[in-house]
Nanobody
Framework: QVQLVESGGGLVQAGGSLRLSCAVS????????MAWYRQSPGNQRELVAA???????KYDESVKGRFTISRDNAKNTVYLQMNSLKPEDTGVYYC????????????????WGQGTQVTVSS
């Protein structure tokens, strides 16, 4: 089993920054791809940023240039640095983990954290 625990959410004014953390524990070899999703009220959960098994990063267009996904393998932790936050970034942010053979193979995220709330005031 794999456990994902997010932290770092909170209330911030527009233009501010937050850094989310996702600590991975348990059978970490079941995970070689990580991602951050967010869900705002009335909307579906959407991908914000992700690491592929090969280490490449991808971002939703709405956060490019403002958010950065990174990881510390020694700490089994993935981060999401969020700068220049906007009110539309408000939502519950979820960490997700999955495993796939290569970047070209299908990927499903089997493991999810409980989510952390991010609220950006205008």
């Amino acid at each position: 089993q794999v456990q994902l625990v997010e932290s770092g959410g909170g209330l911030v004014q527009a233009g501010g920054s937050l850094r989310l953390s996702c600590a991975v524990s348990g059978n970490i070899f079941r995970v070689n791809a990580m991602a951050w999703y967010r869900q705002s009220p009335g909307n579906q959960r959407e991908l914000v940023a992700a690491f592929s098994p090969g280490g490449s990063k991808k971002y939703d267009e709405s956060v490019k240039g403002r958010f950065t996904i990174s990881r510390d393998n020694a700490k089994n932790t993935v981060y999401l640095q969020m700068n220049s936050l906007k009110p539309e970034d408000t939502g519950v942010y979820y960490c997700a983990g999955g495993w796939t053979l290569t970047d070209s193979h299908p990927l499903e995220y089997d493991y999810w954290g409980q989510g952390t709330q991010v609220t950006v005031s205008s």
